[in-house]
């Protein structure tokens, strides 16, 4: 079962470093997401190949595919240029669209051997620590970049490793800016292949479960505005604390609902402890931990006035740095 060892979240994120918006060589592949194009024509016209895991059916909704950089003429290549620019004008504007563009990837393999190895990572089996299934299979979009940013500092080296395969190499936008994940083969050859039940990947409920609050994590993460210049490893780290609070607001506060958990995680990483100690919050906070109340997160917000916010505001900054 992939991702068990325990490494500190500094040594994750270590592979990862600010990247400027990629220019297209001749050489290399593009990872992109079909149904995120408006027009498919042009997209057609590369012949971009599927990453189909097997016995999967005629319907390609969601899935990936790889464009095989060499096979392009320079018209093309200029096209796929004015894409990925175009995505990242739009994120600087809203951070969490979708792309079209999810990575550009260096691989010593064909493109065959890549969609393959890709398309083999795609269905993901979640099993409980004694080895029994947890959750039905599910396909597992871990190549949007959204998602693939968070397992940069989420996953232990080896399942990165793992899910990534040939790729030496794999150059990827969050938020709003670009970034660069080097050296992923240095540990390839350490790492066992995945064990696999019909086709699908096993994975530990703990992590799915983790990678389950990805989305919220990036809507708390867009919405603190973190600014572009703070480096990858500091916005790893605010995301680190985040997570934590999101779990604590789900697991602890009984919060099920998205904007409580992101409200909650905001409040954390902007305040700290001048917002979790607040004396006029600490005892709701025993309250909604033993159900006695049911407030939602923006009435517990309310319960401060915006001067008292003002007074014990910080810059955005990761309070915590260690991964649980």
């Avoid at 190949?49 to 290549?77: E, S």
Wanted: hydrophobic share 40%; net charge negative; proline share 7%.
């Amino acid at each position: 079962m992939i991702g068990q060892t325990a490494t500190t979240l500094s040594q994750r994120v270590e592979r990862v470093s600010v990247s400027p918006v990629p220019l297209l060589p001749e050489t290399g592949y593009l990872i992109v997401d079909p149904g995120a194009f408006a027009e498919s024509d042009e997209l057609d016209s590369l012949r971009p190949l599927m990453c189909r895991p097997t016995n999967w059916g005629r319907d390609f909704t969601g899935l990936p595919a790889i464009i095989d950089l060499a096979h392009c003429d320079a018209g093309q290549r200029d096209w796929l240029a004015i894409v990925i620019n175009a995505e990242h004008e739009s994120r600087l504007r809203m951070q969490l669209t979708r792309p079209g563009v999810c990575a550009y990837v260096d691989a010593p393999v064909d493109a065959n051997t890549l969609a393959g190895h890709l398309a083999n990572q795609l269905l993901i089996l979640p099993v409980e620590k004694s080895g029994h299934r947890a959750l039905p299979g599910a396909l597992w979009r871990f190549f949007d970049p959204r998602v693939f940013a968070n397992l940069c500092w989420m996953l232990e080296p080896e399942h990165l490793t793992t899910l990534v395969g040939p790729a030496s190499r794999w150059v990827f936008p969050w938020l709003d800016s670009w970034y660069e994940c080097n050296g992923i083969l240095d540990t390839a050859s350490d790492v066992a292949p995945p064990e696999r039940i019909g086709g699908f990947a096993r994975i530990d409920i703990d992590i799915w479960d983790r990678t389950q609050r990805i989305a919220t994590i990036n809507q708390t993460l867009a919405r603190l505005g973190l600014p572009s210049e703070l480096p990858w490893q500091d916005k790893a780290a605010t995301a680190a604390v985040v997570e934590s609070a999101v779990t604590e607001a789900e697991r602890r506060l009984h919060w099920k609902q998205t904007d409580d958990q992101v409200n909650y995680a905001e409040h954390i990483a902007r305040y700290g402890a001048a917002f979790r100690n607040h004396p006029r919050l600490v005892d709701h906070w025993v309250k909604l931990e033993t159900r006695v109340e049911t407030f939602s997160c923006s009435e517990l917000i309310a319960l401060l006035s915006q001067e008292e916010y003002e007074e014990f505001a910080q810059p955005t900054r990761p309070r915590d740095p260690t991964v649980r």
